[in-house]
C-alpha cells in the first residue's frame, strides 16, 4: 500500500518523481504513437485515388519489416523530445502553484485601475451598467 513512506514524499521529490515519469515513459509512447501516426498516415494516403482504411497491423509490420524497431523509437527521437517537451511539462505545476501567484495580487490591482479608469472615461458608473454590481472593499 505505502510504496513509497508518506512522510518522506515532498514537494521536491513529486516534482522529480513526476519529471523521470514523464521522460522516461511518457515521451516513450508519445514518440512511438507519434511514428505509428505517421505511418498510418501514409499508409491512408498510398491509395490510387483516394484514401483508403488504415488497418493498423498492416502498418506495424511493415514498418517492423523494413526498419525493425527504429520505425517507431530511436534514441535520437526521444533525446528530441525530451529535450523539448519534459522540462517544461515536468515544471508547469511549479511554475503556475509557486511563480504566477508571486505577481497576482499586482496584475489584479492593475486590472483593477484599468478597469475604472476606462469606466470614468466612458462616462459610465460601474453600478448602472446592467447586469454589473458595484461594491467597494469596505462592503465586501
Not at 79 to 98: C, D, I, K
Request: glycine share 8%; with cysteine; hydrophobic share 40%.
Amino acid at each position: 500500500k505505502s510504496y513509497y513512506p508518506q512522510e518522506q514524499k515532498s514537494k521536491t521529490s513529486l516534482f522529480w518523481f513526476g519529471l523521470g515519469v514523464n521522460i522516461f515513459i511518457g515521451n516513450t509512447v508519445a514518440i512511438t504513437q507519434q511514428a505509428l501516426w505517421g505511418r498510418a498516415l501514409d499508409y491512408a494516403s498510398s491509395g490510387k485515388a483516394v484514401a483508403r482504411n488504415i488497418h493498423y497491423r498492416t502498418v506495424i509490420q511493415d514498418g517492423l519489416s523494413k526498419e525493425g524497431i527504429s520505425a517507431f523509437f530511436t534514441v535520437p527521437k526521444w533525446a528530441s523530445r525530451v529535450m523539448m517537451n519534459a522540462p517544461v511539462q515536468g515544471t508547469l505545476p511549479w511554475f503556475y502553484n509557486e511563480i504566477l501567484p508571486l505577481g497576482e495580487d499586482s496584475v489584479l490591482s492593475a486590472a483593477k485601475v484599468a478597469y475604472f479608469r476606462s469606466a470614468e472615461l466612458l462616462g459610465t458608473e460601474d453600478n448602472n451598467r446592467p447586469g454589473y454590481t458595484y461594491c467597494t472593499e469596505k462592503e465586501s
